[in-house]
């Protein structure tokens, strides 16, 4: 089956702690996304990545990092920096085409928490 | 910068009825997507419909259409014969290939 995994699915950290939220997708997408969710917003942009070895800060980039060493992977680190990491994270995958929409697939989340 | 709004936080309709979600952005692009996402309790987000702006012809997919006005920049979603299976977050979602702006969503339930 094709698709967007995330790993895991739940995740607690200590404060001060980073931590890594992985994103594997096999629809073999040229552009990967990260989100993050909070209660009563929308999906806000954090990074997004078009071509492997190249990304784009997003809106709210700040205390997060990211590598694009593979086409199919795109993990998201965490940092320390980020005052307030509490949230639902969300990745997507998309085709890249000019003439055309790029709809974006997404994985099923991860909720992390700090403790 | 591109925005989404969506002025209904929640909303609620009774089973076999009809309920409108709005949804009105902000641009000053020609060429742009618009979409809506469902996202039900299990938080995974489903396409729903999507509108080509350069497209005059509303969308429609079954149950759900879009009143798309671009003039006045509103994109509102149409639920028909509601079930409650629909029940779920709902997010408008505008892009121009660059990036995706979500709204706040609209939490929607569906009363039996």
């Known amino acids: 089956d094709g698709g967007i995994t995330q790993s895991p699915k739940y995740l607690f950290r200590k404060e001060g702690q980073n931590v890594t939220l992985s994103c594997e997708q096999n629809l073999n997408h040229d552009a990967m996304y990260w989100y993050r969710q909070d209660p009563g917003q929308g999906l806000r942009l954090i990074y997004y990545s078009q071509i492997v070895n190249d990304f784009q800060k997003g809106d709210i980039a700040e205390g997060y990092s990211v590598s694009r060493e593979k086409k199919e992977s795109f993990p998201l680190t965490v940092t320390s920096a980020q005052k307030n990491p509490t949230a639902f994270y969300l990745c997507?995958?998309?085709?890249?085409?000019?003439?055309?929409?790029?709809?974006?697939?997404f994985g099923p989340g991860t909720r992390l928490t700090v403790l | 910068a591109q925005t989404v709004t969506q002025s209904q936080p929640e909303m609620s309709v009774q089973e076999a009825e009809t309920v409108t979600l709005s949804c009105t952005y902000d641009t000053s692009e020609n060429n742009y997507y618009l979409f809506w996402y469902k996202q039900p309790p299990s938080r995974q987000m489903i396409l729903v419909i999507r509108q080509e702006a350069y497209k005059q012809q509303n969308a429609t997919e079954n149950r759900f259409s879009v009143n798309f006005q671009k003039a006045a920049k509103s994109f509102s979603l149409k639920i028909s014969d509601s079930q409650l299976g629909d029940t779920a977050m709902y997010f408008c979602?505008?892009?121009?290939?660059?990036?995706?702006?979500f709204g706040a969503g609209t939490r929607l339930t569906v009363k039996p």
């Open positions: 979602a505008f892009t121009n290939n660059n990036d995706m702006r």
């Open positions: 997507a995958s998309s085709i890249v085409l000019v003439s055309s929409y790029n709809e974006q697939f």
